[in-house]
């Protein structure tokens, strides 16, 4: 199971990689300042956390924290996890290349914000944390309770966050955006 654990470190590691390196040359916010290095501190801040959980799996994570994977069902969930893995990360990196220098690390907008409504927008709007959790559900079936801990804070956090999202987006385009919005799901295609 050593090859689903590097295997999961080398999707966030790639997904954290790319995050870092294509936050250079964001638009800027309107009427906020420094909000750049914060983000970049909080990525980083994930970053090391992912990577240490995964690579030194500290005592906690283990006993009941870690499913058994010496079963066909472990490895079975292991696997179908890692494939979430990787598909919510390939998902994510989708997104943050289609939005572009409109990115930015938390709700706000940006100077010339555009409305992104194609490439993963045209599936929900919020494709970044679709993908997110997705690789974070994946993360959760193939390395255990902790990481389900983590998928259940992260999503409250994301659903909070579309909700400030949503009222920013139909601010700047009060025309466009309740249009879109009918015809797009928030995070989950066909649900919600």
């Known amino acids: 199971m050593k090859i689903l654990n590097l295997f999961i470190a080398a999707c966030w590691l790639i997904f954290l990689l790319y995050w870092v390196i294509s936050a250079v040359g964001v638009k800027k916010n309107v009427g906020q300042k420094g909000e750049w290095a914060k983000g970049s501190l909080l990525r980083l801040a994930f970053a090391a956390a992912v990577v240490l959980l995964l690579a030194y799996r500290p005592a906690f994570i283990g006993g009941i924290f870690r499913h058994p994977v010496n079963n066909f069902f472990g490895v079975f969930l292991g696997v179908i996890g890692a494939v979430f893995c990787a598909a919510g990360t390939a998902f994510a990196?989708?997104?943050?290349?289609?939005?572009?220098?409109?990115?930015?690390?938390?709700?706000?907008?940006?100077?010339?914000?555009?409305?992104?409504?194609?490439?993963?927008?045209?599936?929900?709007?919020?494709?970044?944390?679709?993908?997110?959790?997705?690789?974070?559900?994946?993360?959760?079936?193939?390395?255990?309770?902790?990481?389900?801990?983590?998928?259940?804070?992260?999503?409250?956090?994301?659903?909070?966050?579309?909700?400030?999202?949503?009222?920013?987006?139909?601010?700047?385009?009060?025309?466009?955006?309740?249009?879109?919005?009918?015809?797009?799901?928030?995070?989950?295609?066909?649900?919600?």
């Open 93 to 192: 990196i989708w997104a943050r290349r289609h939005l572009g220098k409109n990115w930015s690390a938390y709700p706000t907008l940006k100077e010339n914000h555009e409305l992104i409504t194609s490439g993963p927008y045209r599936f929900v709007r919020h494709p970044i944390y679709t993908g997110m959790l997705l690789a974070l559900l994946g993360s959760a079936l193939a390395l255990g309770l902790f990481w389900l801990i983590f998928f259940i804070f992260i999503g409250f956090i994301f659903v909070n966050r579309v909700f400030v999202e949503e009222r920013l987006m139909v601010r700047q385009f009060p025309d466009k955006y309740p249009e879109y919005r009918k015809k797009t799901k928030a995070l989950v295609p066909f649900v919600w």
